[in-house]
Nanobody
């Protein structure tokens, strides 16, 4: 399977920023639409943001729209999630994932490959 590795998580104060990175095993992964999901203890995994490799565009959850920005660097085989104005409710384990096709989506079951996650903790 395609390997995805997240990094960049940490502990920040409310209102602060973090940038998460997701490195992939090769272009077979980077050409796939890529998504970011998160899961807090005792809660279900939820969609955060997604980006296509072509003209599919980007997609954001309403809870992060205007605060988070997803982007990708094809030369580095890396997808990023810039998170600004972080809130305590953003605290979770963040995962990147890859799906088939060209269009991004917010549906976890459509993603075939998953990373191990990186922890983001936002203090009050």
């Amino acid at each position: 399977q395609v390997q995805l590795v997240e990094s960049g998580g940490g502990l920040v104060q409310a209102g602060g920023s973090l940038r998460l990175s997701c490195t992939t095993s090769g272009r077979t992964s980077i050409i796939y639409p890529m998504g970011w999901f998160r899961q807090a203890p005792g809660k279900e995994r939820e969609f955060v943001a997604a980006i296509s490799w072509g003209t599919g565009g980007v997609l954001y959850a309403d809870s992060v729209k205007g605060r988070f920005t997803v982007s990708r660097d094809y030369a580095k085989n890396t997808v990023y999630l810039q998170m600004n104005n972080l809130k305590p409710e953003d605290t979770a384990l963040y995962y990147c994932a890859a799906k088939m096709g060209q269009a991004p989506s917010g549906i976890p079951n459509e993603y075939r490959y998953w990373g191990q996650g990186t922890q983001v903790t936002v203090s009050s």
